[in-house]
């Protein structure tokens, strides 16, 4: 045998280390978090998975882990990987089947005046102060208490997604921007739209804009031509994510799959 032969007899190692490269670009890399106190439910801890959503890739990739019951914050997709629980469920509403119940329906005639409209997710001093009043209000023991103006552009600006910010204003009399009430990040996907994040002036919490919210980009969601809104995790027996389970039907992640739920 010539040295020429033996040479093509074995590995291309330039080859291997190029096809290495590819793969490693084009799967992500997972990692763990260290335990920590759960925000849900007391006397538990957390363990987070994630991987970075960065790239050309990242907002398909967002859409994939998103089927898969990940969420988004920032440049991060995570989702809960706690040993022995598993309370938090992914939860989305397929809005093609969604019928408003009598307290819906109420909530949109209380809000009939409040325009939502589509903007880029980009923060702005007004954004800040409506979200410290939230926070300072609803939340001010929450982690996000301490949460800089720098931290709260961070959250709404510093993605590679299609991410966008909906702003809730009365509407004016004068043709005028007027009063911002709420705002919702969210993120457009492949099937839908995955709400972010939301905050609302706690001085108009009569109008039920929580909910409202949720109401407005289902029809969004509809508008689109796309079948589902992602809520996030829904915890039985934390308080603060229990209204999640109202928007029926909706679907929950299971080790089996999506399960849709009536009731």
């Not at 290495?20 to 799967?27: G, K, T």
């Not at 538990?44 to 990739?61: M, N």
């Not at 552009?153 to 510093?158: F, G, H, I, N």
């Not at 007027?178 to 969210?186: D, E, K, P, Y």
Request: proline share 5%; charged share 25%; glycine share 8%.
């Amino acid at each position: 045998m010539s040295a020429k032969d033996r040479h093509y007899d074995g590995p291309d190692v330039e080859a291997e280390s190029l096809q290495l490269s590819i793969e490693r670009r084009n799967f992500p890399q997972f990692f763990i978090t260290a335990p920590s106190p759960c925000p849900y439910l007391a006397g538990r801890v957390e363990r987070k998975v994630f991987t970075h959503l960065v790239g050309q890739d990242a907002r398909s990739l967002n859409t994939q882990l998103g089927q898969g019951g990940f969420r988004r914050s920032q440049n991060i997709a995570y989702r809960p990987a706690c040993d022995g629980c598993a309370a938090c469920v992914s939860v989305r509403v397929p809005v093609n089947t969604f019928v408003p119940s009598r307290s819906f329906r109420r909530t949109l005639r209380m809000n009939a005046d409040v325009d939502g409209t589509v903007v880029k997710s980009h923060a702005t001093s007004e954004h800040y102060s409506l979200f410290r009043g939230y926070i300072d209000s609803r939340h001010g023991d929450g982690g996000m208490a301490d949460m800089t103006v720098l931290d709260f552009s961070a959250m709404v600006d510093d993605n590679f997604v299609d991410s966008r910010l909906v702003e809730y204003r009365i509407r004016s009399l004068n043709g005028e921007p007027g009063q911002l009430v709420a705002a919702v990040l969210i993120d457009i996907l492949g099937d839908g739209i995955s709400m972010i994040y939301s905050f609302y002036d706690p001085d108009h919490q009569h109008r039920g804009l929580g909910t409202f919210m949720i109401l407005d980009n289902i029809a969004r969601v509809k508008r689109l031509g796309l079948p589902y809104l992602y809520l996030g995790y829904w915890v039985r027996g934390s308080r603060k994510m229990d209204y999640k389970s109202r928007f029926l039907p909706q679907e929950r992640l299971t080790a089996e799959g999506w399960v849709l739920h009536r009731q």
